[in-house]
């Protein structure tokens, strides 16, 4: 995303100051015009934590990027950045996360929760995690293949939030399998039928993409899918996860955890306990 100067001033990691109290983020009644033009680029404002010299300090985030905002005393610019104080010493953090961190999961979550996906085990798993799945991409047929134990097990369930990115006919098999009349069985089918192909592909390092048997991409592709995996892409361009599979899930605590890739080494953090 880009800040246009025409909204705020900003100074990308340069506010300094000289102290910052660290309580917790209170929520505001009214949001000064800037910081309204910032939620309008993508912004989301959480409330507002004191600062010193004149300045309202407010907290925010952009996907997963917790941001400081300053707001002069007149209201009508905001300074996004770092606070510091005469050490040097950014002063500002510990506060801006504690203040973001609760409405970070939470939407984080609930934007994951209301996109496009296919299900992949059985409701009310102790787990649930979200995939982002290209059909052509052979490290997500594996992690599918190496994440049965957990799904047949019932232990976890995956969400796999289809897109379309890897090659030209990725959008068109992603758009198959939400169109199938039972998209869960028709993803089954075709990740089944890769699974031994792919591995053998993989262990002698001669990846290559998925191929079509099992699954004939759309070469038309209707309105509302399109949509679908449009909205699927910018969520996962959002939570800043540029490759496939990329995996969020909730951990022990509930706290919100995501990656790209899924190497055996990390498929206890992603799955839990086998």
Known sequence: MKLKSTYLSLAAFGAVAVAVSTSVAIAAPE???????LEKQGVTVVGTFPAPGGLTAWAGYIGQRPLSMFVTPDGKHVIAGTLLDAQGNEVAEAALEQAVRGAMTAG???????????????????????????PNCPYCNKFWADARPWVDSGKVVLRHVMVGILTPTSAGKAAALLADKDPAAA??????????????????????????????????????IQTKLAANERLMA?????????????????AVQMRSGAPESALAAVLGPR
């Open 31 to 37: 949001r000064p015009a800037a910081l309204q033009a």
């Open 108 to 134: 984080a979550w609930s934007k994951l929760e209301s996109s496009h996906w296919i299900e992949d085990g059985k409701k009310g798993a102790p787990r649930t995690v979200y995939v982002f799945t290209d």
């Open 187 to 224: 993803l089954a089918a075709y990740e089944r039928g890769h699974m031994e192909q792919n591995a053998k592909s993989i262990a002698s390092r001669q990846v290559r993409p998925l191929g079509d048997a099992g699954l004939k991409p759309l070469t038309s592709i209707p309105a509302d």
């Open 238 to 254: 959002s939570l800043g996860l540029q490759a496939t599979p990329a995996m969020v899930w909730r951990d022990a605590t509930g």
